[in-house]
């Protein structure tokens, strides 16, 4: 797909909107990219590193001119759930784990983008997407409490943490506490002035009183030093057991970032009529996420709240995601040292901001009111936060699947006829207008076929021939639904085939697509000669029925 000139950023006149946008980006990317790092549970720097890697890789492969891509709150929360588990209290060893994950991650959205397989956020259905984002908000915030309430709980199990943290209401910090709340107040306030960077405010308020109010003698915690060294591209060193259960967690990574990422890249386009190129945003993806892991940062995706954040700036073009990142840069090089004086309850803040746009009842409200994916939603929420982050992600991916299959599972057959003497044939059940063909029995199943429900569907199409009222002496198949077929559908065809030709009838399969015509014609099915699988719609199928009976 082409791109137009906006969207590359050819367009001069829209520089100073990119530029403006990438500044006040770089004002809120940076304070978030740290307090990712804090809920992925790894060394600040490498939050930084992910920030810089996601602008610049996406700022040069990817298709839209809005989508930022940086460290997200909800892929961190998965690695620090991953990390924790094989690491087994090793730092050192989850800096590294990390790294293997987040390069596994890359690997795949780049084979992912090769192989055009950019629908790949189907097999996560949307309100099994939306109550694991609002189960994973809970989780983040509550997981941020005891850095604003100035405690070191012994638990990491959310409902063993809360019950730990309002047990010991008397051990909270309330000079941390304060500075938590009015940081938090702060953000909420700001964030109603779009063009303001009010993560970097706080930050550097929160710096301020630290350096002059002396917070941690009232032991309110800091950010502490971040080592920030050359960038040196670093395989991770990991035994093969490790690279196998990453690679595990891998594809879940992948199917959660670009459910994330491909949600606020499309829509975005659809907001100003962009084309989308899902394959491509892979690829960019991919490439964000491989130099990440090299250089030992977190997983980075098109977060929604970044890009809008970005659009609402002014942006035009991919300039301003580059513009951020040279910005991000250079206050990273002159103003690091004083990012180690942020007070810990200043940072927690951010998170819990940050992540409070997912957490709106509103969200899901629709699906109790449409009565539709009710459990769904409400199995989805309480896995993450019965199951945990990483079980529950499994999951909600797990319920996706087996929603997917219910549907394709699905043996629905429709009768067709034909509306007066025009070319449309639709179904009787829905049109009672529609009139069937004398002597001709039309059926179209209404799921793709494939090996879990193919033989189900041509069972109820024998069952519709031996209970039609009329003689039957031809019936239509049209398989317009089913873009391939696999073996076990194919073996369904050559039996009912078999059934048809046996009682003297005659079957011609329409609207088959190219794919299909092929495979038919390569499997020589018996009782499905050349002229039976042809490109023929549903009205050239009934005149070639009466050619053949006419000749006859």
Same mark, same amino acid.
């Given at each position: 797909?082409?791109?137009?000139?906006?969207?590359?950023?050819?367009?001069?006149?829209?520089?100073?909107?990119?530029?403006?946008?990438?500044?006040?980006?770089?004002?809120?990317?940076?304070?978030?990219?740290?307090?990712?790092?804090?809920?992925?549970?790894?060394?600040?720097? *490498?939050?930084?590193?992910?920030? &810089?890697?996601?602008?610049?890789?996406?700022?040069?492969?990817?298709?839209?001119?809005?989508?930022?891509?940086?460290?997200?709150?909800?892929?961190?929360?998965?690695?620090?759930?991953?990390?924790?588990?094989?690491?087994?209290?090793?730092?050192?060893?989850?800096?590294?784990?990390?790294?293997?994950?987040?390069?596994?991650?890359?690997?795949?959205?780049?084979?992912?983008?090769?192989?055009? *397989?950019?629908?790949?956020?189907?097999?996560?259905?949307?309100?099994?997407?939306?109550?694991?984002?609002?189960?994973?908000?809970?989780?983040?915030?509550?997981?941020?409490?005891?850095?604003?309430?100035?405690?070191?709980?012994?638990?990491?199990?959310?409902?063993?943490?809360?019950?730990?943290?309002?047990?010991?209401?008397?051990?909270?910090?309330?000079?941390?506490?304060?500075?938590?709340?009015?940081?938090?107040?702060? #953000?909420?306030?700001?964030?109603?002035?779009?063009?303001?960077?009010?993560?970097?405010?706080?930050?550097?308020?929160?710096?301020?009183?630290?350096?002059?109010?002396?917070?941690?003698?009232?032991?309110?915690?800091?950010?502490?030093?971040?080592?920030?060294?050359?960038?040196?591209?670093?395989?991770?060193?990991?035994?093969?057991?490790?690279?196998?259960?990453?690679?595990?967690?891998?594809?879940?990574?992948?199917?959660?970032?670009?459910?994330?990422?491909?949600?606020?890249?499309?829509?975005?386009?659809?907001?100003?009529?962009?084309?989308?190129?899902?394959?491509?945003?892979?690829?960019?993806?991919?490439?964000?996420?491989?130099?990440?892991? &090299?250089?030992?940062?977190?997983?980075?995706?098109?977060?929604?709240?970044?890009?809008?954040?970005?659009?609402?700036?002014?942006?035009?073009?991919?300039?301003?995601?580059?513009?951020?990142?040279?910005?991000?840069?250079?206050?990273? *090089?002159?103003?690091?040292?004083?990012?180690?004086?942020?007070?810990?309850?200043?940072?927690?803040?951010?998170?819990?901001?940050?992540?409070?746009?997912? #957490?709106?009842?509103?969200?899901?409200?629709?699906?109790?009111?449409?009565?539709?994916?009710?459990?769904?939603?409400?199995?989805?929420?309480?896995?993450?936060?019965?199951?945990?982050?990483?079980?529950?992600?499994?999951?909600?991916?797990?319920?996706?699947?087996?929603?997917?299959?219910?549907?394709?599972?699905?043996?629905?057959?429709?009768? #067709?006829?034909?509306?007066?003497?025009?070319?449309?044939?639709?179904?009787?059940?829905?049109?009672?207008?529609?009139?069937?063909?004398?002597?001709?029995?039309?059926?179209?199943?209404?799921?793709?076929?494939?090996?879990?429900?193919?033989?189900?569907?041509?069972?109820?199409?024998?069952?519709?021939?031996?209970?039609?009222?009329?003689?039957?002496?031809?019936?239509?198949?049209?398989?317009?639904?089913?873009?391939?077929?696999?073996?076990?559908?194919?073996?369904?065809?050559?039996?009912?085939?078999?059934?048809?030709?046996?009682?003297?009838?005659?079957?011609?399969?329409?609207?088959?697509?190219?794919?299909?015509?092929?495979?038919?014609?390569?499997?020589?099915?018996?009782?499905?000669?050349?002229?039976?699988?042809?490109?023929?719609?549903?009205?050239?199928?009934?005149?070639?029925?009466?050619?053949?009976?006419?000749?006859?």
């Amino acid at each position: 797909m082409r791109i137009s000139a906006a969207s590359t950023g050819t367009a001069g006149g829209n520089r100073a909107g990119d530029l403006l946008a990438g500044l006040s980006l770089a004002g809120l990317l940076l304070p978030e990219a740290v307090a990712y790092s804090s809920i992925a549970n790894l060394p600040p720097h *490498m939050g930084i590193i992910a920030l &810089l890697a996601g602008l610049a890789c996406y700022a040069l492969l990817g298709s839209s001119r809005f989508a930022i891509v940086s460290a997200t709150s909800s892929s961190a929360a998965v690695l620090a759930a991953a990390t924790a588990t094989m690491a087994i209290g090793d730092p050192a060893h989850r800096v590294v784990l990390a790294a293997g994950l987040v390069l596994l991650t890359g690997v795949f959205f780049l084979v992912a983008g090769m192989a055009r *397989m950019g629908n790949i956020t189907d097999f996560i259905a949307k309100p099994v997407m939306r109550g694991f984002t609002f189960g994973l908000a809970i989780v983040i915030i509550v997981k941020q409490l005891p850095k604003v309430f100035g405690v070191h709980p012994q638990h990491g199990e959310l409902m063993p943490l809360v019950a730990e943290l309002f047990g010991q209401v008397g051990a909270w910090n309330p000079v941390a506490v304060a500075v938590g709340a009015i940081a938090l107040a702060l #953000l909420f306030l700001l964030a109603r002035l779009k063009s303001v960077p009010g993560a970097m405010i706080v930050i550097a308020l929160g710096i301020a009183a630290s350096r002059w109010l002396d917070l941690s003698h009232y032991g309110v915690g800091l950010v502490g030093p971040i080592v920030l060294q050359r960038p040196a591209l670093t395989w991770p060193q990991l035994a093969r057991a490790d690279w196998i259960q990453l690679a595990e967690l891998a594809v879940a990574m992948v199917m959660i970032l670009y459910a994330e990422s491909y949600g606020s890249i499309r829509s975005f386009a659809m907001k100003h009529g962009d084309t989308v190129e899902p394959n491509r945003d892979l690829l960019a993806l991919g490439a964000a996420n491989v130099f990440s892991g &090299l250089l030992q940062g977190i997983p980075v995706g098109a977060g929604y709240s970044a890009t809008s954040a970005n659009e609402a700036a002014g942006a035009t073009s991919r300039w301003a995601g580059a513009i951020a990142a040279i910005a991000v840069f250079i206050v990273v *090089m002159a103003l690091l040292p004083w990012v180690a004086l942020t007070p810990e309850p200043v940072l927690a803040a951010i998170v819990i901001h940050a992540v409070s746009h997912t #957490l709106k009842p509103a969200t899901l409200r629709p699906y109790f009111q449409w009565r539709r994916d009710r459990l769904v939603v409400v199995a989805a929420v309480f896995g993450v936060l019965l199951l945990g982050v990483l079980d529950g992600l499994m999951a909600a991916i797990g319920i996706s699947i087996l929603m997917l299959l219910r549907r394709l599972a699905d043996s629905r057959l429709s009768i #067709l006829g034909q509306l007066g003497q025009g070319h449309d044939f639709v179904r009787i059940d829905l049109h009672p207008e529609a009139r069937p063909v004398a002597g001709i029995l039309i059926l179209r199943p209404e799921e793709p076929l494939f090996f879990a429900n193919a033989e189900k569907i041509l069972g109820q199409a024998r069952r519709h021939i031996n209970d039609a009222a009329q003689p039957v002496r031809a019936i239509i198949l049209s398989l317009e639904e089913s873009p391939d077929l696999d073996s076990s559908s194919l073996e369904a065809l050559r039996d009912f085939a078999g059934f048809v030709h046996a009682g003297g009838k005659i079957l011609l399969l329409a609207r088959l697509k190219n794919s299909v015509q092929d495979i038919l014609k390569r499997a020589d099915v018996a009782g499905l000669p050349p002229s039976a699988i042809m490109d023929l719609s549903v009205d050239d199928a009934v005149a070639a029925v009466a050619a053949i009976q006419e000749a006859s």
